[in-house]
């Protein structure tokens, strides 16, 4: 199986601060990463998919780049909305597998 | 709005067989261009994929579970299921089921999830 890794696995942060967290990837998955924000008590929300494409109705300050095995999500001006568990979703080789998550946190 | 609600028993007793049921609204199942997965999340840990069935029936499971695994469309009724069979407390976890839009080379993440239902194995 591919192994997702996210780093960190915590981060405290402010409102207006801009956040990265990266995801890596044990093998190549060309540009097949998606990134999910899961809040407790619901599914988790699609927010990039294909490394850099934004997902419909998604806010512009979400953005993803990367290829291969290495990949950042980058929230610019944090909002108190965003402060949730973030995933990283391989979806080039079966099965997908998922990072094991960065918890965002109030500072 | 796609929307995607699992539903079934909470507790489920060692060696028995965990059946969700995952309806879907607001577009149709038997849409040629999705996949329908069922995802898991243990207690205070990631994410594990389970498995997928597309529009057509076939289906692709985790190996890790695919011998204890079924995953089936019923479109009459918009609804997906899952059913793992031999539980023991190591299949205690969140359940989703999620949608995956197709590219038509089988690469596919979720765009849309339901918010889970928490399945507990004890005797």
């Known amino acids: 199986d591919v192994q997702m890794t996210q780093s960190p696995s915590t981060l405290s942060a402010s409102v207006g601060d801009r956040v990265t967290i990266t995801c890596r990837a044990s093998?190549?998955?060309?540009?097949?990463l998606a990134w999910y924000q899961h809040k407790p008590g619901k599914g988790p929300n699609l927010l990039i998919y294909e490394a850099s494409t934004l997902q419909s109705g998604v806010s512009s300050r979400f953005s993803g780049s990367g290829s291969g095995t290495e990949f950042t999500l980058t929230i610019t001006s944090l909002q108190r909305d965003d402060f949730a568990t973030y995933y990283c979703?391989?979806?080039?080789?079966?099965?997908?597998?998922f990072g094991q998550g960065t918890k965002v946190e109030v500072k | 709005q796609m929307q995607l609600q699992e539903s079934g028993p909470g507790l489920v007793k060692p060696s028995q067989t965990l059946s969700l049921t995952c309806s879907v609204s607001?577009?149709?199942?038997?849409?040629?261009?999705?996949?329908w997965s069922w995802i898991r999340q243990h207690p205070e840990k990631g994410l594990e994929y389970i498995g997928n069935i597309y529009y057509s029936g076939s289906t692709y499971y985790n190996p890790s579970l695919k011998s204890r695994v079924t995953i089936s469309l019923d479109t009459s009724n918009s609804q997906l299921s899952l059913r793992l069979s031999s539980v023991t407390a190591a299949d205690t976890a969140v359940y989703y089921c999620?949608?995956?839009?197709?590219?038509?080379?089988?690469?596919?993440?979720?765009?849309?999830w339901g918010q889970g239902t928490l399945v507990t194995v004890s005797s």
């Open positions: 979703h391989q979806y080039n080789h079966y099965p997908w597998t």
């Open positions: 607001g577009g149709s199942i038997s849409s040629g261009t999705y996949y």
């Open positions: 093998q190549s998955i060309s540009r097949w």
């Open positions: 999620a949608r995956g839009p197709s590219d038509g080379r089988g690469y596919h993440h979720f765009d849309y």
